[in-house]
């Protein structure tokens, strides 16, 4: 890496710890004591029915393995507080309470204990809080993602019966929601809720960093941010703390260069080991639509040499014919759809998209030397690309040995412009054609295919995915907008259980960006 | 209740605050990382095997489902912290901690969530506890009364390894047990180490009050009060400290004057439900010891007539020959052996005996009145009970219908002087001779047979007595002494699991006293 650059670092991270934003809190009692129920025909086979207002509560009093299930009614990122008094005998042992936090019904149904997933279980909002004293405010210590609470009596031998009162969330986010301008008028009823869902999504999600998930994992990740920092710039345009976000970035770019795909925020900002080559590269757009949306172009041109580096990195792992063949078997993602999906096609794609945005970048920033090198970069992956990926006969677009036809390949060679918008429009109607394409399965690569459509003048059929795919969580009752999402497989994960993925994630805050863009405010 | 004294309570509750003692701190490390294993010659079932030097912590790590057990070496009361670290890997997920402290090795042998005794499960010390930072300084919230801390990685897939470090436990007592005098050189070896462990119990009972039981269940019961005090005397002569506690019990009188028999100290101080005939009549005894011992005549000047009205009280429920027979059905503990022991002679011994230290110390706190209603109480009574229940023929103490004899009734109606110290002699040796006497489950009647056996002469049979029972539990590897004690049963508990007990209690610190009286320091 440029000494220069690397010594920086220190400094950026400074600059990062000053930028981190104040979180906002917000009070937010139950609105009704549900029952979670078994139900086949529900998403993921758990409907919630609600049996009673949440001001019954006071009435009720609980005994040894008695429980009760709140419903705030909304999604919510944030601390617990409740009262917790003896009532009919005095307090003759401490008070053992089960917490669950659900972002979902399931969560609530299914067993933590049954769970074999290949992700910690720590990650499973539960947790057991033995109270030493009553009467007791009580707060479980940590900070919870949920719009349901399961709270049991965990004792089958309790000597008294408890009251619970005073339940309420502080919950916190660095947007204050009141910045957020109303729709336009003009927006379909569907498109508002889709655009309602994923503002709650982004608030949520935008903690002292851009979170990827609220629940899961709460790292920041450089693709998830970029996405919830679109939805952003188009609504409540708090441009500080996305620059927090860039500055932590660049400052924890390792000695080689390169970008971190993801970092820890706590206890104090460490580099994540995984490298992921989208990651990499999307600095450039990442710092490139920051500019853009805020008109600071003084923090573009203090770190727009990291971005530039990434591109280079990249490029130097690029066959003859200048497609990047992944010779040392990175990281590439596109995708959760690992054992499926080949990637080749859309990361040259994205590659090249990068390393377009990155001259822009370095022309917005007086850098010509640097615009020129990443054109170079472009216009050669690009040849390279539309020679191996693109059947000029058919016009279908292939990845692999198989051929493999999918989205990511489109998407990616659009967005990238490796096709010409005609090329493009055929490469997609051909697609929709071929039954047994890859789909997305992620709103973040769902996201990347909208813009593509956009990109080539599909726009009834970019509107009709942001409805079937967003549209579709909202139809299964999503309170934010999740992870993953796949209409014919509720149960999908990456990990081995549904109950460990997260149902909000930054990633899929990015259709607001879509929603605003196209109905702009008056 | 005397409206003067009713009007007191608030003023007596205002000084006890006031009176509230400081604990002093000690930091401990563990000595040793053990495992605990199934050995059916072991106390219990459990034995402790010593692999290695707690030095050996730094150089383990941890991965999902694995843990470690730490040996203190010694009793404790206090709080865990520790330093938990990810290596190998970025810490990429919260690491969830399962916690057992322990007692007892059959507390880490035995599986918690087995338990199905009928005392709340919440007493068991588990904690689950979920850090989501890393590394971290882990302190499990509540506090503690352990040797052995089990630690473990309660997730099956954790994605990095721990390392634990420093860890320590922060213990607490408002004893410094650098003011207990060291024993006479005089003293048997054997009666050294039942010092030993007796002055550990009396110190780590008395916290800001004198705590029942360390583990379970916190509360201040006047009995154990009582005899923790006398170790107390006996030893680190810190007086303010009962002192505090004497005010507490007075302030929480009820408003027909009875004397609470347990007090919960925390939110606030409240007083508990249960009323023990035995721990009313105890007040006076109590507030007589601590002023003789302290001579702090003013406080028991304050608080006398509390004492008095206790007496009154059982008195009031005498029939005609002046036996107390429980017309009310109160609760008349005697020993944790409610289904076998008859109760009816042990208490009319116990209210003689407490109405003679009422006369006591009503002469010393100048109430001559009261000293002569306690004097006739105490010695209609005695006729009463003498009548009643020693078989003048035989010499032998009889208790019921089925004329039950046990260590309870001989020890009490000696105590009270209803029996000449010639016929307590007679009736203890033939209790000594009758193969199915009822004999003592508790510390805390023990305590009162070996008072009784050196009252009435029996010198070598009391001392023998501390040997069997005290000494018993230091064989068995007692690291405090404890609640229950049957040399023949070890599983005994009065709450459907040897878990629940209580293996340093308050009551069983007594001992100490006996010892020190004989053995004067020089």
Redesign the interface.
């Known amino acids: 890496m440029d000494p220069e650059l690397s010594a920086r670092r220190g400094e950026w991270l400074a600059i990062a710890e000053s930028l981190k934003p104040a979180l906002l809190e917000t009070r937010h009692a139950p609105v009704s004591i549900v029952s979670v129920e078994r139900d086949d025909a529900a998403f993921q086979g758990w409907s919630v029915r609600r049996p009673d207002s949440a001001d019954s509560l006071a009435s009720r009093v609980l005994g040894g393995n008695e429980g009760v299930t709140l419903d705030f009614g909304a999604y919510l990122v944030g601390h617990l507080t409740l009262r917790a008094e003896n009532v009919e005998?005095?307090?003759?042992?401490?008070?053992?309470l089960r917490f669950v936090f659900a972002e979902r019904p399931a969560e609530l149904g299914e067993s933590f204990d049954d769970y074999?997933?290949?992700?910690?279980?720590?990650?499973l909002q539960?947790?057991?809080h033995?109270v030493?004293?009553?009467?007791?405010t009580v707060r479980p210590?940590?900070?919870y993602a949920f719009r349901y609470v399961r709270i049991e009596v965990?004792?089958?031998?309790?000597?008294y019966k408890v009251r619970l009162s005073d339940v309420e969330c502080t919950a916190t986010s660095c947007i204050d929601t009141d910045d957020i301008p109303p729709l336009s008028p003009d927006v379909p009823g569907d498109l508002t809720e889709i655009d309602r869902v994923g503002c709650i999504t982004m608030a949520a999600c935008m903690q002292t960093v851009v979170e990827d998930g609220t629940k899961r994992?709460?790292?920041m990740w450089l693709g998830d941010m970029r996405l919830c920092a679109l939805a952003n710039y188009a609504t409540a345009r708090r441009f500080d703390p996305i620059r927090h976000c860039l500055y932590l970035f660049c400052g924890l770019t390792d000695d080689e260069g390169l970008n971190s795909a993801c970092l820890?925020?706590?206890?104090h900002p460490?580099?994540?080991?995984d490298e992921i080559v989208d990651y990499s590269v999307q600095l450039a757009p990442t710092l490139l639509e920051y500019a853009e949306a805020s008109g600071d172009f003084a923090t573009a041109r203090d770190l727009c040499h990291v971005a530039f580096r990434q591109i280079e990195i990249a490029f130097a792992d690029c066959d003859s014919r200048g497609v990047f063949t992944n010779p040392k078997g990175k990281w590439v993602f596109v995708d959760w759809n690992p054992d499926v999906l080949h990637t080749e096609a859309a990361i040259n794609g994205m590659i090249v998209a990068c390393a377009r945005a990155a001259a822009r970048l370095a022309m917005l920033c007086g850098e010509p030397d640097a615009a020129a090198r990443m054109t170079t970069i472009a216009d050669t992956m690009a040849d390279g690309s539309r020679g191996r990926f693109l059947d000029e006969t058919t016009g279908v677009v292939v990845s692999g040995p198989d051929r493999q036809v999918s989205y990511a390949s489109v998407a990616w060679l659009t967005i990238g412009g490796v096709l010409t918008a005609a090329e493009s429009r055929r490469a997609f109607l051909e697609l929709f054609g071929i039954g047994d394409a890859i789909r997305p399965v992620t709103p973040s690569l769902t996201h990347h295919v909208v813009q593509a459509l956009f990109d080539c003048g599909l726009k009834d059929e970019a509107w009709a995915t942001v409805r079937s795919f967003w549209g579709g969580m909202v139809e299964r009752g999503a309170d934010a907008f999740w992870e993953v999402f796949d209409a014919d497989d509720p149960m999908r994960s990456p990990y081995g259980s549904p109950l460990m993925n997260s149902y909000c994630h930054a990633w899929s805050a990015g259709v607001v960006h879509f929603i605003r863009r196209a109905y702009p405010p008056d």
């Open positions: 005998r005095p307090p003759g042992a401490p008070l053992r074999r997933g290949w992700l910690s279980r720590a990650w539960e947790e057991i033995v030493d004293a009553l009467p007791a210590p940590r900070r965990a004792d089958h031998a309790l000597p994992d709460r790292r820890y925020e706590h206890p460490v580099r994540g080991e």
